[in-house]
């Protein structure tokens, strides 16, 4: 199995652009999450999904944020515009079930300047 | 929201056990105590989980109190490969789904 792959692993982009980020689960894994981490507010939720519906996006910190999950085999983070307080690695995970362990990817490091 | 603490730092000798303590004075009855680890530049990763019992894998042992408001993550005989950042998190019941929780974990130093 190889894991859960997000791809790019490094951006850097200039603020006010578009910026997607994407996330191939684990097959059979039926629930997807959306991370955040720095080091000021360490690992945040930003999102999750449930067989592929999204169940809880509170943590998403505005509109310029959103997420989608057309199938069960990919998802896309999207921010715009971008600003540098995004900044940021953002990891993808996947879970089997409900109570099991979650499965992250390797992330992407966000840089907006 | 329950919520654990943990140390901020602890320091061990490699190939010598170690044992990370965790409160979760808080929890309730569906809580499940997650352990993750977290090496330099890599995301997340599983240890272990339980939810009354104590759990053993081939990474590590979970001791969970008989009151669960505290848990012992062990790492039976620790490599300079299990120097990470360690979280002792719990996975709660909202709204009909399962949510981790994640605090500022423990770094666990290992001298050789």
């Known amino acids: 199995d190889a894991g859960v792959i997000q791809s790019p692993r490094h951006e850097v982009t200039e603020m006010g652009q578009e910026v997607t980020l994407r996330c191939k689960p684990i097959s059979g894994h039926n629930s997807l999450f959306w991370y955040r981490q720095t080091m000021m507010r360490g690992l945040e939720l930003l999102i999750y999904f449930n067989n592929n519906v999204p169940i809880d996006d509170s943590g998403m910190p505005e509109d310029r944020f959103s997420a989608k999950m057309p199938n069960a085999s990919f998802s896309t983070l999207k921010i715009q515009p971008s600003e540098p307080r995004d900044s940021a690695v953002y990891f993808c995970a996947s879970s089997p079930d409900r109570v099991g362990g979650y499965t992250f990817g390797s992330g992407t490091r966000l840089t907006v300047v | 929201d329950a919520k654990t603490t943990q140390p901020n730092s602890m320091e061990s000798n490699e190939e010598e056990p170690v044992h990370l303590p965790c409160n979760h004075s808080t929890i309730s009855g569906t809580d499940y105590i997650h352990w993750y680890r977290q090496l330099p530049s890599q995301g997340p990763e599983y240890v272990i989980h339980?939810?009354?019992?104590?759990v053993n894998n081939r990474m590590a042992s979970l001791a969970i109190a008989e009151d669960r408001k505290s848990s012992t993550l062990i790492l039976h005989r620790a490599t300079l490969r299990d120097a990470a950042v360690y979280y002792c998190?719990?996975?709660?019941?909202?709204?009909?789904?399962?949510?981790?929780?994640w605090g500022a974990g423990t770094k666990l130093i290992i001298k050789p």
């Open positions: 998190i719990l996975r709660e019941l909202r709204d009909s789904n399962y949510q981790l929780i």
């Open positions: 339980g939810l009354t019992s104590n």
